[in-house]
Each structure stands twice: as C-alpha cells, then as structure tokens.
Nanobody, 124 residues
C-alpha cells in the first residue's frame, strides 16, 4: 500500500519561494501519475500540477503556470513542487496524490492515494 507524506510547508513572504516534498513508501512512486492539490479555507480542492507516470507530460493550473514546477526523483521515491513568486492567494493546505484519474486541467480531485497535507501561508 502506497503511503505519502508531505513536508516543506511554512510561512513565507509574498514573492518568496518554497519547495514541497512528498515522500512515498510502501511502493514505488514511478508506477503512478502524481499530482499536487490545494485547499484554501472555504474553497474546494484545486488541482495545481500533475505529472504522468512516465514523467513525459506535466500540466499546471493557469493560476500557477510559470511559477510552480512539479518534478519527481525516482531514486528517492519523492515528488516535489517548487513554488516561486508566491502570492497571498496561494495560501492553502497542499496535498500530494498518486494514481490520478487523469493528468489534465482542470485536474479532477480523484486519486488512489493521498497525503495528509502541509500548510503553506503567504503573508507579510
């Protein structure tokens, strides 16, 4: 059974950067499509980035395109979300997920495996 644990969240000023990590255990992550989602208070889950199992294709929500980058390190069984030029509206709990229904935008919040989430707060 694949298990996912996110880390790397925190408080950052507008314009700053954070890198989120999603470490997998119990199975190899490279067999799965992967994605990052976020949920702000009072809002629904929003898919922000995804990558196919081969790593050959990625997609991003318009709200983060050009600022966020999803990547994976199969040797470390870990997925990353590099977030640059952060804005207050990026404040949310960020979740990683694996075994997605699809890697298309808008990204359906359907995945076989989910992490517990990590809080990202962008504020001065």
């Amino acid at each position: 059974q694949l298990q996912l644990v996110e880390s790397g969240g925190g408080l950052v000023q507008p314009g700053g950067s954070l890198r989120l990590s999603c470490a997998a255990s119990g199975s190899t992550l490279d067999a799965y499509s992967i994605g990052w989602f976020r949920q702000a208070p009072g809002k629904e889950h929003e898919g922000v980035a995804c990558m196919t199992s081969s790593g050959g294709s990625t997609n991003y929500a318009d709200s983060v395109k050009g600022r966020f980058t999803i990547s994976r390190d199969n040797a470390k069984n870990t997925v990353y979300l590099q977030m640059n030029s952060l804005k207050p509206e990026d404040t949310a709990i960020y979740y990683c997920a694996a075994d997605l229904l699809a890697c298309t935008m808008p990204l359906p919040p359907v995945g076989g495996y989910w992490g517990q989430g990590t809080q990202v707060t962008v504020s001065s």
